[in-house]
């Protein structure tokens, strides 16, 4: 409910999920069902080998995406994928989001990373099985900590976020669409515009994130 009233979805578009890792069962959207419809009994919950556990919906269709990330990342426990205006054009552009500024660095440590664009033998095979090993094979090449860059843009497509539930996860999805436009405007701005210092960027994380961090109280 919090992705059209921020904003973030036209229609059906996108999806989120929550894991249990205690019965290893996640819960997903249905595939098409109006947001303004929906009701915690049409949720779909799937298992890990990607059985569908209970529901009388088909699940998303971006259900094995969802699928991998769980299975590689234990630390995930919610993810959202959106077709965020902003987020989305960066996208298509096939461009990372670069850390301009401290509101970036505040959520996310380092760019936000776009994917390669999918072959064509990964699209006519498990598409979006597939979308998910690009995914992770965007996050293992640049060494990311999926908790401290929570989001990555999948080429030609649009984005995923995700968090330690499926409340940060929609909450990392509508910081990432701020960051995106943020980082246009930026750029329209200053065309030959440079990545902030780094040591300013991660002063910013680290007093919000990790064992010393400080901003907020306890």
Known sequence: ?????????????????????????????????????????DMVVMDLNGNKVEGRYNPSSDTPTHLELYK????I????????????????????????????????????????SLTQE????????????????????ESVNPLYTPAVLCANHGPFAWGRDAAEAVYHAVVLEEVARMARLTEACNPQVLPAPSYVMEKHFYRKHGENAYYGQR
């Open 1 to 41: 409910m919090e992705l059209p009233r921020r904003g973030l979805v036209t229609y059906t578009w996108g999806n989120v999920s929550g894991i249990d890792r205690e019965t290893g069962c996640f819960v997903i959207k249905p595939s098409g069902v109006e947001y303004e419809e929906l009701t915690p009994e």
């Open 72 to 75: 590689k990342y234990p630390q």
């Open 77 to 116: 426990g919610g993810i959202v994928h959106t077709h965020s205006r902003e987020a989305t054009a960066w996208a298509q552009a096939g461009r990372g989001i670069p850390a301009y500024g401290t509101t970036h660095a505040d959520y996310f440590l380092g760019e936000i990373p776009c994917t390669r």
């Open 122 to 141: 990964e699209v006519r095979g498990e598409y979006e099985k597939n979308t998910g090993l690009v995914i992770i094979e965007t996050l293992e090449r």
